[in-house]
């Protein structure tokens, strides 16, 4: 395998080249770095490379290790503690704040044997489906540089487009991992709520879960495998599955199944793309003669009124991680300390009572209630990606004079994404097309709740008919220097 093509292989054939000593972890977490490198200048998609200590957890891995996934290089999203590395949040206000502890993300990775390469950018606070804030600047997507990788794990998705890393830790709180998945040509499931476990740091969250971006389905079932489960202290968790979700995932789906296409748009003001559109339909085609029952259905999300609900409930969860900070800083916040967005949700939220708020959330778990009964009928629900292509850099700006109105565009061009963070249940965006342009060109699959392996079993059969591994961005072409030898420096 050559030097340009080790970091796009999958994962477990990543790890059996080192556990067969055909490659030392050393040689495959350098080929990383070199990458990284080599890229980052032009992408922008690290805040943090930690070159000496990936070296040295490298080291330490021989071919006798028998961790799943030992000597794979990963990165973080720099939201989730690492222990020894900033934690930035992309925001000026964490400062360079270093947390003592590993998130239990971070520790299930490492305990599976990755290593942890460096972390990755996000919009502040991770608030944006764009990756360019202030402090961070802007990530740039693989596929054209002029355009947005997405958000929130948008440096994520850039860095395994990119073939920096074969794979990375993301999370979505209203399609973050599906939406930069979109956008870069990747797959993300975001599992269903109470999968994986957000210790130490709270009990449960109600729209925010962890995952990963992948280039393969089968590699997305291997890793929910490893972050799955219940910590001690969790207020609740999603219900055990009933075998492994790799395993799962290489089954063939259980009898024909009734799916769902659904284009309607969850916002009235919003507009969708032609080619997203017709992104939907072809999937609808390709499910029906795999044997699938296909039907035109018309949710009950199109209503004035979605996007306040959903800041709701998001710009308060939002303002918790600011209040957080806060009290690191020791001092009432300033304007100056954020973003104009960010500013602008604070705001907001510390305007809305006790009483507001918890009338806020009945009426999102009613409507949550409500679409998870209309769903019931069918297997799987198929909607577009995103409502448009991936947006050229500043068209979303957190820094401009209409904050709450780029707040409000950021929904137009994501609208379908944050119904399965209302509902809890698993969905998975597929990069089966690409526009005229070659961007990619994605579907999502709403599952059933608590059935992510039926899903994955879904979106395996999906990507065996419609293959996409061979597609690669453009800025991975050009010839980078092969590793150097184990043992270098």
């Known amino acids: 395998m050559s030097a340009a093509d080790l970091l796009f292989a999958p994962v477990t054939q990543l790890a059996a080249l080192v556990r067969g000593g055909e490659l030392s972890a050393r040689e495959l977490v350098d080929a990383s770095l070199a990458?990284?490198?080599?890229?980052?200048?032009?992408?922008?998609?690290?805040?943090?490379?930690?070159?000496?200590?990936?070296?040295?957890?490298?080291?330490?891995?021989?071919?006798n290790d028998e961790r799943p996934f030992a000597g794979v290089p990963i990165a973080i999203k720099n939201n989730r503690a690492v222990r020894g590395m900033r934690l930035t949040l992309g925001a000026d206000l964490s400062g360079d704040y270093s947390p003592s502890y590993d998130h239990n993300v971070t520790r299930r990775l490492r305990a599976a044997g990755f290593v942890i390469v460096g972390t990755t950018t996000l919009p502040e606070w991770g608030i944006l489906p764009v990756t360019e804030g202030r402090?961070?600047?802007?990530?740039?997507?693989?596929?054209?540089?002029?355009?947005?990788?997405?958000?929130?794990?948008?440096?994520?998705a850039a860095a395994v487009a990119a073939g920096m890393v074969p794979i990375a830790h993301g999370n979505d709180g209203g399609g973050s991992l599906r939406i930069p998945a979109a956008c870069c040509g990747l797959v993300a499931l975001k599992p269903q709520r109470g999968r994986v476990s957000p210790a130490p740091v709270s009990g449960e969250q109600f729209l925010v879960q962890d995952g990963v971006l992948t280039r393969t389905v089968q590699e997305t079932a291997q890793l929910l495998d490893v972050l799955a489960g219940p910590e001690l202290g969790d207020a609740s968790w999603a219900q055990a599955p009933t075998e492994p979700f790799s395993v799962s995932a290489a089954r063939e789906p259980r009898g024909p199944l009734r799916i769902a296409v659904a284009t309607t748009m969850p916002l009235l003001e919003a507009e969708l793309d032609a080619e997203c559109g017709r992104a939907a339909r072809d999937a609808a085609e390709l499910l029906a003669g795999l044997g699938h029952e296909i039907v035109e259905a018309e949710p009950p999300w199109r209503r004035r009124g979605m996007l306040g609900l959903f800041t709701a409930a998001f710009g308060p969860a939002i303002c918790v991680q600011i209040a957080l900070a806060e009290q690191l800083a020791g001092r009432e916040l300033r304007e100056r300390d954020m973003e104009p967005l960010s500013w602008a949700l604070w705001q907001t939220s510390k305007r809305i009572d006790s009483v507001q708020a918890a009338l806020a959330a009945l009426a999102l778990q009613a409507f949550a209630r409500e679409i998870t009964v209309w769903a019931d009928p069918y297997d799987a629900i198929l909607t577009p990606a995103l409502a448009q292509p991936p947006v050229p850099i500043g068209t979303l700006d957190p820094?401009?004079?209409?904050?709450?109105?780029?707040?409000e565009r950021s929904g137009h061009f994501t609208p379908y994404t944050a119904i399965a963070n209302v509902t809890g249940s698993p969905a998975i965006s597929l990069p089966l097309y690409q526009r005229a342009d070659g961007l990619p060109l994605a579907v999502q699959l709403i599952g059933r709740s608590a059935q992510e392996g039926a899903l994955l079993a879904l979106a395996a059969q999906v990507q065996a008919a419609a293959p996409w591994?061979?597609?690669?961005?453009?800025?991975?072409?050009p010839t980078l220097p092969a590793p150097p030898p184990s043992g270098a420096e």
């Open 35 to 63: 990458r990284i490198d080599a890229l980052e200048p032009a992408i922008n998609a690290f805040v943090d490379v930690d070159h000496e200590g990936a070296r040295a957890a490298a080291d330490l891995i021989g071919t």
């Open 135 to 156: 402090r961070l600047g802007p990530t740039r997507n693989p596929w054209d540089l002029d355009r947005t990788p997405g958000g929130s794990s948008g440096g994520a």
């Open 399 to 407: 820094c401009g004079p209409d904050p709450m109105g780029t707040f």
């Open 469 to 477: 591994l061979r597609r690669r961005a453009p800025i991975t072409s």
